[in-house]
């Protein structure tokens, strides 16, 4: 590849290296599930449930409908090849990886330590308790553990209790590993508990571990820039993500590449491009997104690669709204060209679209394309019917392409569900 790439083919390199190069199989197993994930990487957790649990949508994009029991049982097994860790933000990686983590959870614990007034320092007593609970009769969930010294009182999803404060903070340090979840309520267990003993006997140093998360996530990501390697893991020593892009350059792993329009403070962006990076001669795929899929979760990412400005509306006040309370970007080809907001009406069995918005450019066949996706997405989730609302650019245009579907008035109350942290809340 030349040493300078337009956007297009970065965006197209881009897409491959997260799969969105390979055609959908005609059935979705195991195999292509890890396969999937092994692309990814990592895969963000969220709470938001308003069409599906974002854990679920990245493999829904890339290889179409499919039994999210199948996940389920990959995720939340006795022994689960995967295990959840603050690695992007909370999310699900290969057990395997633990030890590449072990710099975090270091920092992590020296963070805590440091604060004088931080909680650990007047609740330690009841941290080592959790923590004899969980060796005594381990794996646990929350409500299981009771303790008279437990203060607080329950409220709503921020306002944790001393139990659950003491086991987060015992997850960030890694002495506490998720053993899955009951619906979507952790299951606490001591790390030996759940993490092969030969990866927790096998930490993995500072240096050591950053290099090879950066070199997994310019795998992941095919072209890209400090910013954004460092983001896929939120690796906030830019000194030492410089010095293991070096080092891979050395090895011969990247190779120093610029991208037209990529630029930082009015100059050409630095720019690494993976070795094993696929440059297709175009896409043909159509894909609903997540907003954290990797593709877009890094919001300056996705404006260089897409001219996609993408803000999420959950906390904005519903008359305020642009686009939508949980609007999902859509890809055609090689281009994100629209915005949908779609939320699962269980009790009716419909898939209400929200809103749809166009973006600058989309393909001739764009609403058919969408439309096609979206009836998809609506049996995949068990829904029989499909209702238009009426707000948006692109609402009739996805309304004539959806024959047989309802249509109704712009949503005027917010959902009432919440985010999970961007931060550990300790």
Same mark, same amino acid.
């Given at each position: 590849?030349?040493?300078?790439?337009?956007?297009?083919?970065?965006?197209?390199?881009?897409?491959?290296?997260?799969?969105?190069?390979?055609?959908?199989?005609?059935?979705?197993?195991?195999?292509?599930?890890?396969?999937?994930?092994?692309?990814?990487?990592? #895969?963000?957790?969220?709470?938001?449930?308003?069409?599906?649990?974002?854990?679920?949508?990245?493999?829904?994009?890339?290889?179409?409908?499919?039994?999210?029991?199948?996940?389920?049982?990959? #995720?939340?097994?006795?022994?689960?090849?995967?295990?959840?860790?603050?690695?992007?933000?909370?999310?699900?990686?290969?057990?395997?990886?633990?030890?590449?983590?072990?710099?975090?959870?270091?920092?992590?614990?020296?963070?805590?330590?440091?604060?004088?007034?931080?909680?650990?320092?007047?609740?330690?007593?009841?941290?080592?308790?959790?923590?004899?609970?969980?060796?005594?009769?381990?794996?646990?969930?929350?409500?299981?553990?009771?303790?008279?010294?437990?203060?607080?009182?329950?409220?709503? @999803?921020?306002?944790?209790?001393?139990?659950?404060?003491?086991?987060?903070?015992?997850?960030?340090?890694?002495?506490?590993?998720?053993?899955?979840?009951?619906?979507?309520?952790?299951?606490?267990?001591?790390?030996?508990?759940?993490?092969?003993? %030969?990866?927790?006997?096998?930490?993995?140093?500072?240096?050591?571990?950053?290099?090879?998360?950066? *070199?997994?996530?310019?795998?992941?990501?095919?072209?890209?820039?400090?910013?954004?390697?460092?983001?896929? @893991?939120?690796?906030?020593?830019?000194?030492?993500?410089?010095?293991?892009?070096?080092?891979?350059?050395?090895?011969?792993?990247?190779?120093?590449?610029?991208?037209?329009? @990529?630029?930082?403070?009015?100059? %050409?962006?630095?720019?690494?491009?993976?070795?094993? !990076?696929?440059? %297709?001669?175009?896409?043909?795929?159509?894909?609903?997104?997540?907003?954290?899929?990797?593709?877009?979760?890094? *919001?300056?990412?996705?404006?260089?690669?897409?001219?996609?400005?993408?803000?999420?509306?959950?906390?904005?006040?519903?008359?305020?709204?642009?686009?939508?309370?949980?609007?999902?970007?859509?890809?055609?080809?090689?281009?994100?060209?629209?915005?949908?907001? #779609?939320?699962?009406?269980? !009790?009716?069995?419909?898939?209400?679209?929200?809103?749809?918005?166009?973006?600058?450019?989309?393909?001739?066949?764009?609403?058919?394309?969408?439309?096609?996706?979206?009836?998809?997405?609506?049996?995949?989730?068990? #829904?029989?019917?499909?209702?238009?609302?009426?707000?948006?650019?692109?609402?009739?245009?996805?309304?004539?392409?959806?024959?047989?579907?309802?249509?109704?008035?712009?949503?005027?109350?917010?959902?009432?569900?919440?985010?999970?942290?961007?931060?550990?809340?300790?």
């Amino acid at each position: 590849m030349r040493e300078t790439l337009g956007r297009a083919e970065a965006r197209r390199i881009a897409l491959a290296a997260q799969g969105f190069a390979r055609p959908r199989p005609a059935t979705v197993g195991t195999r292509q599930l890890n396969g999937a994930l092994a692309r990814m990487a990592t #895969l963000q957790i969220d709470s938001v449930n308003v069409f599906a649990r974002s854990h679920y949508m990245p493999l829904f994009s890339r290889l179409g409908a499919y039994d999210t029991a199948l996940l389920d049982r990959l #995720l939340f097994s006795r022994r689960p090849p995967y295990v959840e860790f603050w690695a992007h933000v909370a999310a699900f990686i290969p057990a395997e990886d633990w030890a590449l983590f072990r710099f975090r959870m270091d920092d992590h614990r020296a963070k805590y330590a440091e604060k004088a007034d931080a909680w650990m320092a007047t609740h330690s007593e009841i941290v080592e308790w959790v923590r004899t609970e969980l060796a005594s009769r381990g794996p646990l969930r929350p409500a299981q553990i009771e303790h008279d010294a437990a203060g607080g009182q329950r409220g709503p @999803w921020w306002g944790w209790n001393d139990v659950k404060l003491a086991l987060e903070y015992l997850w960030l340090i890694g002495d506490v590993a998720i053993a899955g979840r009951r619906g979507f309520e952790r299951r606490y267990a001591l790390a030996d508990q759940v993490i092969p003993a %030969p990866v927790l006997a096998s930490p993995v140093a500072r240096p050591d571990a950053i290099r090879e998360l950066v *070199r997994r996530a310019a795998r992941a990501y095919g072209v890209a820039t400090a910013s954004d390697l460092a983001d896929y @893991w939120r690796i906030r020593d830019r000194r030492a993500v410089l010095t293991a892009l070096d080092e891979l350059t050395e090895q011969g792993e990247l190779r120093r590449v610029s991208v037209e329009g @990529w630029e930082v403070g009015g100059r %050409p962006a630095k720019a690494w491009l993976h070795r094993d !990076a696929v440059l %297709p001669r175009r896409l043909t795929g159509a894909a609903i997104l997540t907003p954290f899929d990797p593709l877009v979760w890094f *919001r300056d990412r996705a404006e260089r690669l897409f001219d996609f400005e993408y803000r999420i509306e959950i906390y904005t006040p519903s008359p305020q709204r642009r686009f939508g309370y949980y609007s999902l970007p859509v890809l055609v080809g090689d281009d994100i060209v629209g915005r949908v907001d #779609l939320k699962a009406d269980r !009790a009716s069995g419909t898939l209400l679209v929200q809103s749809a918005w166009w973006e600058h450019r989309r393909p001739a066949d764009a609403a058919d394309r969408i439309a096609a996706e979206i009836r998809l997405a609506a049996a995949w989730q068990g #829904l029989e019917r499909v209702s238009v609302s009426r707000w948006g650019d692109a609402v009739d245009d996805l309304a004539g392409a959806l024959p047989g579907a309802a249509r109704h008035d712009r949503p005027t109350t917010p959902e009432a569900v919440a985010l999970a942290p961007e931060e550990p809340v300790l």
